[in-house]
């Protein structure tokens, strides 16, 4: 894909490999700039869109270890049997001895009914409660990787859609699932696009807002997460019943299926799939939107006119959008510190927010309701740290140190004061690292790179439990160390970034080749 003949360069820059451009002294008004120079209706929509579809997935997501939790149940039986209590005595048979009444929960501040309850699944060997949870982790993080490939190969709104009709219809099904297996498969399609999701709205929203007020729209997405966990615990203490909260999370959904109409595709992914006819439609329906001016409107049309864009298919595959990052060394080195910071963090962070909550069938509610206080406070942590240091990566070497200090401390103190400063300060650095790589994506690639990060971090986040249950054999403060350790490497994985202030917003591969050289050479003169 190259241009041809761009009077006014849509992407600002002159240098592009296999393109032909001619300079022109109007290049201080790219098509992007007077698009989203300033906001208006559209960007409202947009930002209304991704406010509601991330604290809905955040809520959903978060509902999980509620929906696969104990409770105790008593046998109702008239001359209950010694064995007819699951909860005393699944460690001494094999199956589970028939109730003929039916069972009763016996602690009424707890859920009435959960996925162990509702198919009797204390005694199972095979569906466990971690064995279900490692399922609907794995959904979670194979779908943000797929769901980013298909974004950018299929265009933003397009999967969205996917996304929302795909939440919806699974989560009513599951709902009504009448066995633990019809349950487990419906639940794995049910949370596969809801980290995708997630990345598809937040990168819509920067793409369409001005690039200069980016750094606000994650700071604002960073407490939202903390309000999903709150409404999901509220929630939960109102209906008690997993399947009816099943069903009114998956209706939820309902809200942002009717924003999307009136969402055109984003202009940016457009621009750089080369797809010239459906910029002119949006450019118009943008323009009628925001209530453009009739002269910027015409100046919008006749930039539009003068751009010949095409496309280059050889360097396509169903896979991404563009091969050659995945021969560029210098993108594939960057690529891998990026993915290993990112699995740190989310181990760290998960390692921390289960000692905060502890989640018990007693007080479960009010656990999920303080983790999500917990993440809210990381807003101001990450206000005040901006502030102070204007450069991300500046933030995130100390958000790792800090993460480092913490884990051991709480590997020596396992005091919960600690516990919940460590879960302030990795939900910060998710941010940041949130911040940081959406920058240095190019928009051709942004979602696939973003959600392969996400991918990677909801593996550290499975990994958490099972290294606390390893460290439960060994020694106690053998999980907190090894967060502790791992931090420290992910330091050092940290100094082979490049420092984000110094590159601009990408768009294309040559973008990304033109911002490398120029920071080569840089370095060089140092």
């Not at 973003?450 to 909801?458: F, H, N, T, Y």
Request: hydrophobic share 45%.
């Amino acid at each position: 894909m190259y241009l041809k003949s761009l009077p006014n360069d849509v992407y600002g820059n002159t240098d592009f490999p296999q393109s032909e451009i001619k300079v022109s002294d109007n290049r201080k008004k790219p098509l992007e700039s007077l698009l989203f120079s300033k906001i208006g209706f559209f960007q409202l929509i947009v930002f209304t869109f991704a406010l509601t579809s991330i604290i809905i997935n955040e809520v959903q997501k978060s509902f999980d270890p509620i929906l696969i939790s104990n409770i105790n149940l008593k046998c109702q039986d008239e001359a209950p049997s010694e064995s007819s209590n699951y909860t005393q005595q699944c460690q001494s048979y094999e199956f589970i001895l028939k109730c003929d009444h039916g069972y009763s929960f016996t602690d009424p501040r707890g859920m009435h009914t959960t996925v162990i309850s509702d198919y009797l699944l204390y005694c199972s060997k095979l569906l466990t409660k971690n064995f279900l949870r490692m399922v609907v982790t794995l959904a979670v993080a194979v779908g943000a990787l797929f769901y980013g490939i298909w974004a950018d190969k299929y265009g933003r709104k397009t999967m969205l859609y996917f996304a929302i009709f795909q939440i919806v219809i699974t989560g009513i099904l599951c709902s009504y699932a009448t066995n633990a297996y019809q349950f487990l498969i419906l639940k794995f399609f049910n949370n596969f696009p809801i980290m995708g999701m997630t990345c598809i709205s937040l990168l819509y929203v920067t793409e369409v807002f001005p690039d200069n007020q980016s750094l606000l729209i994650f700071v604002l997405f960073d407490c939202i997460c903390g309000f999903g966990l709150i409404i999901c615990g509220l929630i939960s203490f109102s209906l008690r019943n997993w399947r009816s909260i099943q069903l009114v999370i998956s209706l939820m959904y309902v809200i942002p299926l009717m924003m999307l109409p009136f969402m055109p595709e984003s202009p940016k992914w457009l621009i750089a799939k080369s797809r010239k006819a459906n910029i002119d439609n949006i450019i118009e329906k943008i323009a009628k939107l925001n209530k453009f001016s009739d002269l910027l409107i015409d100046e919008l049309k006749q930039i539009c006119a003068q751009v010949e864009i095409i496309e280059d298919t050889q360097y396509y595959h169903p896979l991404i959008a563009d091969t050659r990052f995945l021969k560029n060394s210098t993108f594939l080195k960057h690529l891998m510190c990026l993915s290993f910071t990112w699995f740190v963090c989310a181990l760290s962070l998960y390692g921390f927010r289960f000692k905060v909550t502890d989640i018990s069938e007693e007080c479960i509610f009010i656990n999920t309701i303080i983790c999500g206080f917990m993440v809210c406070f990381s807003t101001p942590l990450l206000i005040c740290l901006l502030c102070i240091a204007s450069n991300i990566n500046a933030i995130i070497y100390f958000s790792f140190l800090v993460i480092s200090a913490l884990c051991t401390i709480s590997a020596l103190l396992p005091y919960t004061i600690f516990f919940q400063l460590g879960v302030i300060f990795t939900t910060e650095c998710i941010t940041s690292l949130t911040i940081y790589t959406a920058g240095y994506m190019p928009t051709i690639i942004k979602a696939s790179g973003l959600g392969l990060c996400i991918s990677i971090s909801r593996f550290g986040s499975a990994l958490a439990p099972l290294i606390d249950q390893v460290s439960g054999y060994v020694l106690p403060e053998f999980a907190f160390e090894t967060f502790g350790l791992l931090a420290l490497c992910a330091l050092f994985f940290l100094s082979f970034l490049p420092n984000s202030h110094e590159s601009v917003l990408l768009n294309t591969y040559d973008d990304y080749i033109e911002t490398t050289s120029q920071e080569r050479k840089k370095l060089l003169k140092m």
